[in-house]
């Protein structure tokens, strides 16, 4: 009776101990977690055991003058304006799949959830790409020399840099939909969910479209030249080249929350869901840059004369004109 009275209280004791385990919160990744900088963490980073700020060694080859880049969810694309050459590259290990001729020198591209899009400075037109297997679906005519894209979900942008207009072309069969007067010189395009955001080169504007009917609802000042530009949710960020500053300004109505300066020829602007990665065109680096309050998380090598950036999930992908080479940052 004795020892099965003492297996009795040791099995209740074993119990106790099991649902007090039980009943722990377990360790997890909180969104409301924050590193040395205050940054919430990168939970794919995190997965590939990726600790460090960013890579400053990775660098693939993929032709000629690199401009405009895209991830279509597991490649990245990027616009080989020197060689009229698009090319194509597995993210996980930046092997290059295929090099696809694009003629009138291939300067940006953006993906629609199927196809990428290729807009030719040389060439008043568009080319539609099927991303799977690169076929090429058409050849749109937009305005004199297109430079930035976007795409709103079910159109696609194209700011025409010496045609001072945006056109909007159905993603499903590159119909112009419309064709809006915005001002000399619109560069790079970026969609925050209801507007599209322009910016104006030899200027100090960006300017908000309405994406339902191409209104032009306002222009704001920001640094001079502004180039790049990208939306993190709740505000626009916007690269001024000659101004070496980056201005943030809330979506909802155009205000100047913050002027970050110290960079060297910023050029294009990209979030992460995190951070806002700018590159410094005449500094050979990218800026890391804190979303809250604009503070400069940190620096690091590319290639030289970085321009456009994209996020695959977890790494930063710069083009690097100057080396014919993409850093994975």
Same mark, same amino acid.
Not at 179 to 205: C, E, H, K, Q, R
């Given at each position: 009776?004795?020892?099965?009275?003492?297996?009795?209280?040791?099995?209740?004791?074993?119990?106790?101990?099991?649902?007090?385990?039980?009943?722990?919160?377990?360790? #997890?990744?909180? @969104?409301? !977690?924050?590193?040395?900088? =205050? $940054?919430?963490?990168?939970?794919?980073?995190?997965? &590939? /055991?990726?600790?460090?700020?960013?890579?400053?060694?990775?660098?693939?080859?993929?032709?000629?003058?690199?401009?405009?880049?895209?991830?279509?969810?597991?490649?990245?694309?990027?616009?080989?304006?020197?060689?009229?050459?698009?090319?194509?590259?597995?993210?996980?290990?930046?092997?290059?799949?295929?090099?696809?001729?694009?003629?009138?020198?291939?300067?940006?591209?953006?993906?629609?959830?199927?196809?990428?899009?290729?807009?030719?400075?040389?060439?008043?037109?568009?080319?539609?790409?099927?991303?799977?297997?690169?076929?090429?679906?058409?050849?749109?005519?937009?305005?004199?020399?297109?430079?930035?894209?976007?795409?709103?979900?079910?159109?696609?942008?194209?700011?025409?840099?010496?045609?001072?207009?945006?056109? #909007?072309?159905? @993603?499903? !069969?590159?119909?112009?939909? =419309? $064709?809006?007067?915005?001002?000399?010189?619109?560069? &790079? /395009?970026?969609?925050?969910?209801?507007?599209?955001?322009?910016?104006?080169?030899?200027?100090?504007?960006?300017?908000?479209?309405?994406?339902?009917?191409?209104?032009?609802?306002?222009?704001?000042?920001?640094?001079?030249?502004?180039?790049?530009?990208?939306?993190?949710?709740?505000?626009?960020?916007?690269?001024?080249?000659?101004?070496?500053?980056?201005?943030?300004?809330?979506?909802?109505?155009?205000?100047?929350?913050?002027?970050?300066?110290?960079?060297?020829?910023?050029?294009?602007?990209?979030?992460?869901?995190?951070?806002?990665?700018?590159?410094?065109?005449?500094?050979?680096?990218?800026?890391?840059?804190?979303?809250?309050?604009?503070?400069?998380?940190?620096?690091?090598?590319?290639?030289?004369?970085?321009?456009?950036?994209?996020?695959?999930?977890?790494?930063?992908?710069? $083009?690097?004109?100057?080396?014919?080479?993409?850093?994975?940052?």
């Amino acid at each position: 009776m004795k020892k099965q009275r003492l297996l009795q209280i040791g099995l209740a004791i074993l119990l106790v101990l099991v649902l007090s385990v039980a009943a722990q919160e377990p360790d #997890k990744v909180d @969104a409301t !977690d924050r590193d040395d900088h =205050g $940054t919430p963490p990168n939970v794919n980073a995190i997965a &590939l /055991l990726r600790w460090y700020p960013a890579n400053q060694t990775t660098k693939f080859p993929v032709g000629a003058g690199p401009t405009g880049i895209a991830f279509d969810g597991a490649n990245m694309w990027v616009a080989n304006a020197k060689k009229n050459i698009v090319t194509k590259l597995r993210a996980s290990d930046g092997k290059v799949l295929m090099r696809l001729r694009v003629e009138g020198s291939p300067i940006n591209v953006v993906f629609d959830g199927a196809n990428v899009w290729v807009s030719k400075q040389n060439k008043a037109s568009v080319t539609k790409l099927r991303a799977s297997d690169g076929e090429m679906l058409g050849n749109f005519a937009v305005g004199n020399t297109p430079t930035g894209l976007a795409f709103d979900g079910s159109n696609i942008w194209v700011a025409n840099f010496e045609g001072a207009t945006l056109s #909007k072309l159905r @993603a499903s !069969d590159g119909k112009v939909l =419309g $064709t809006f007067v915005v001002g000399d010189n619109p560069w &790079l /395009l970026a969609f925050d969910g209801a507007n599209i955001w322009v910016t104006t080169y030899l200027s100090t504007n960006v300017t908000k479209v309405r994406a339902s009917d191409g209104k032009v609802l306002s222009t704001f000042v920001v640094g001079y030249d502004p180039i790049g530009i990208a939306f993190d949710g709740t505000n626009i960020w916007v690269a001024a080249n000659s101004g070496n500053v980056v201005t943030k300004l809330r979506a909802r109505d155009g205000k100047v929350l913050d002027t970050i300066t110290g960079f060297s020829n910023p050029f294009g602007v990209i979030f992460d869901g995190a951070s806002i990665w700018v590159t410094n065109y005449g500094g050979n680096s990218v800026t890391k840059v804190r979303t809250q309050d604009g503070k400069v998380i940190g620096t690091f090598p590319t290639g030289p004369f970085p321009s456009s950036l994209a996020f695959d999930g977890a790494n930063v992908w710069v $083009t690097n004109y100057g080396s014919d080479t993409v850093s994975k940052m």
